[in-house]
């Protein structure tokens, strides 16, 4: 079993419909990240969060620690949020990053 | 430069032939990871820089893998003896804090085609 595993894997929703993708990991963490990958491009972080919940714009990030569970919500969704989005998480005693295999998300006009 | 910049950001190896993917990290990021990224998959993990010092590499996945830092900057991933699975985009990522634990910022990635 992954020690990351997201959910859904595919997602395609209309414009205008609210998302949300979730993340469940099995080890102790000291920070989970939401990235973001384009096709052909590069990574960017969206959030990075140790508890409770961030908001960025259409964009919120909430967390679980007890649960061990996050989500990442987007409202309004839009076309070009269309992307792959990751969750990985930083293991409590370590350096590396362990990723989710990604949720591709299409948003339809 | 501003972010993380990856060279080059395409290669074709012929199989056998000895490679190296370069990083240039934000200025002053003490962090520095390198991700192999195969087709379709989530990155995984290769190796963990701090300053020049390369803390962890339980993640290259062979001795044919190899990455120095040697001067706490700028990075080189070697691959020698490349061979077709090798075949994956390499992204590197810094942050300015130790470990994992701080916002990443990921370059373009370098992505490796070996024939």
């Known amino acids: 079993k992954n020690e990351v595993e997201q959910s859904p894997q595919n997602l395609t929703a209309q414009e205008g419909e609210f998302i949300t993708i979730n993340c469940s990991y099995s080890v102790g963490i000291s920070a989970l990240h939401w990235l973001q990958q384009h096709p052909g491009g590069g990574i960017v972080s969206l959030f990075m969060l140790s508890s409770g919940k961030k908001k960025h714009g259409r964009l919120i990030a909430t967390i679980n620690i007890q649960e061990k569970h996050s989500s990442l919500h987007i409202t309004a969704s839009h076309p070009r949020d269309s992307a792959v989005y990751i969750c990985a998480v930083t293991r409590e005693y370590g350096n590396k990053l362990v990723f989710g295999a990604g949720t591709i998300l299409r948003v339809k006009s | 430069g501003a972010g993380v910049s990856q060279s080059p950001r395409y290669k074709v190896a012929k199989r056998g032939q000895d490679v190296a993917l370069r990083c240039d990290p934000i200025s002053g990021h003490v962090s520095l990871f390198w991700y192999q990224q195969a087709l379709g998959q989530g990155p995984e993990f290769l190796t963990y820089?701090?300053?020049?010092?390369?803390?962890?590499k339980s993640g290259l996945p062979s001795d044919r893998f190899f990455a120095e830092r040697p001067e706490g900057s700028v990075s080189t991933l070697k691959i020698q003896r490349t061979q077709q699975e090798d075949s994956a985009v390499y992204l590197c990522?810094?942050?300015?804090?130790?470990?994992?634990?701080?916002?990443?910022?990921f370059g373009e990635g370098s992505r490796l085609t070996v024939l």
């Open positions: 820089f701090q300053n020049e010092a390369q803390l962890d």
């Open positions: 990522a810094s942050t300015t804090r130790r470990g994992g634990t701080g916002e990443l910022f």
